[in-house]
């Protein structure tokens, strides 16, 4: 007798009986028969679009000696408890779910397999997948994207797991490349920051950490970190598209109210989850915002270099950004907060709309009074072209007390925004944001370092506690 058979217990017996005459065998096989253990590995999710998505599994190890006939999936929304079957007579290793998801969700999958004698345990549970929003107009360009959670690797060297193909861009802190990966071919962005210092060191693995919180379709993601002596790199989606700013100005792209609404809408999709993430971006600027591809209007926020976890009760004070698009409280020095974000898309929205920069003085001096002392206006040629919706909108978000400016969640419910019918389709003036970006490029060179040191001064003058040493001869 064999109790509590298991497994193991299974294979070929032989019984043997042995008398002063001789012996006699028997063999005889048995085989333990029950439900097969769970799929092996987790389920890949690929092919994801607003409401639809493919998963792919393998078997399990062991079937439980009876072949596996059928799979089940269960579902689950990212923070509930409860899984819900989804089907359990999925007959192949793959199924394409139609049914019952929700644009701009987050779930997880998980599956069992069934054989003649029951159903096993659950498998492993997907990675967390997002649904495409539902105001992506054409879902089938939104790549299928599975987020998985960093670590900085500090055992491999960037340069043999991807290639280094051309340069991309140039940051405050070192350059970006396109990658492409040797083991899949996929293409990446590789974020190469120089950190020599322990404070570089730490400051990149802050940006991995707060990415790491961040997967939404509207907000870069970041798929590996490297730290080698030096340098750390961040490896993100590449995003083929280049800035908004550069599509708009282009020939054949039609420059409205209504195609601004549909960009600045995009931009508080993903502004709007940061903030409810906790983080503030710190350097939304036109540059910072980029379109996905050559061909369609979607647009990814990019650069968490400078961002920041805000936690309840802790102020947070900085002297970073970019002079045109940062808010009086950074100037003063005083604790920031999620509006300090909102009034650099008051900044965004009013040089989309216009192609003026509001603050932009003789020097970066001049910016940062312009600023402090709060005043702003349309021009004449602009007031009159404009909705009265869309200067509302501006105005309530270059709001120099940053208590009074709307948030994420208000400006998506501002009509500007909600409602499509009130804004106005007269073309609007590509000319003077073709200034804008000539006058952007020719900046770029070496001035951001000076911008941050005259804030220094400015702060210093308003902060006696706070000492930053700069030279005095920038003024
Ligand atoms: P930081 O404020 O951390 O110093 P940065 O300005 O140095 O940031 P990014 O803004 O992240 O760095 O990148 C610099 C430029 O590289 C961008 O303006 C853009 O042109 C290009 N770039 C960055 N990330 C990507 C990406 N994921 N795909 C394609 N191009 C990118
Ligand atoms: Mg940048």
Redesign the pocket.
């Known amino acids: 007798m064999i109790r509590q058979v298991s497994e193991e217990d299974s294979g070929s017996y032989t019984l043997c009986v042995q008398d002063q005459t001789g012996s006699i065998q028997h063999h005889s096989s048995l085989a333990v028969v029950d439900h097969p253990s769970p799929p092996s590995g987790k389920p890949l999710v690929s092919a994801v679009v607003q409401s639809s998505l493919t998963l792919s599994w393998s078997g399990p190890c062991y079937d439980g000696g009876s072949a596996v006939l059928r799979y089940s999936i269960e579902v689950k929304p990212v923070g509930r408890d409860s899984w819900k079957l989804l089907t359990d007579t999925c007959t192949s290793t793959s199924f394409h779910v139609k049914e019952g998801l929700v644009p701009g969700e987050q779930y997880q999958f998980r599956v069992r397999a069934t054989n003649a004698y029951g159903v096993s345990e659950p498998g492993a549970e997907s990675d967390i997948v997002v649904m495409a929003s539902s105001r992506d107009e054409d879902p089938e360009c939104e790549e299928p994207v599975e987020y998985t959670e960093v670590t900085v690797n500090t055992t491999d060297r960037v340069d043999n797991l991807y290639i280094k193909l051309e340069k ?7 350059q ?1 490349y396109k990658l492409q990966e040797k083991r899949t071919g996929k293409i990446r ?1 590789g ?1 190469f ?1 120089k950190a020599r210092l322990q404070k570089d060191i730490a400051n990149a693995r802050s ?1 991995v950490e707060l990415m790491n919180k961040l997967h939404h379709p509207r907000l ?1 993601h970041c798929v590996a970190a490297f730290q080698e002596p030096g340098w750390v790199i961040l490896v ?5 598209g ?2 908004l700013f550069e599509r708009i100005v282009a020939d054949d792209f039609e420059h409205t109210e209504i195609t601004s609404v549909d960009y600045m809408s995009q931009i508080l999709s993903g502004v709007g989850y940061m903030h409810q993430q906790g983080i503030v971006h710190l ?1 939304l600027k036109p ?2 915002i ?1 379109c996905v591809s050559k061909v369609d209007t979607r647009v990814k926020i ?2 968490f ?2 961002a920041r976890k805000l936690e309840p009760g802790v102020p947070v004070k900085v002297l970073q950004g970019t002079a045109e698009f940062v808010a009086p409280e950074v100037i003063a020095y005083e604790p920031v907060g999620f509006t300090t974000d909102m009034w650099s898309l008051g900044v965004i929205c009013f040089i989309l709309l216009s192609g003026e920069s509001p603050f932009q003085g003789e020097n970066d001096t001049e910016t940062l009074q312009n600023i402090t002392s709060g005043n702003w206006e349309f021009d004449e040629e602009t007031d009159a072209v404009l909705s009265d919706s869309a200067k509302d909108f501006i105005r309530r978000l270059l709001q120099k007390n940053m208590k009074s400016r709307l948030t994420a969640e208000q400006a998506v419910n501002h009509p500007w925004i909600k409602d499509k019918a009130i804004s106005s389709t007269k073309t609007l003036s590509k000319e003077k944001i073709k200034k804008f970006l000539a006058r952007q490029k020719w900046q770029k060179t070496g001035k951001a370092v000076l911008a941050l040191k005259r804030m220094a001064m400015l702060s210093h003058k308003s902060d006696s506690n706070s000492s930053p040493t700069t030279d005095s001869k920038f003024f």
């Open positions: 991309l861009g140039m940051g405050k802190f070192g970006v962005a974020k920051s940006e870069v993100l989606e590449y995003i083929a280049g800035e350097d540059e910072n980029v990019i650069d270099g400078l």
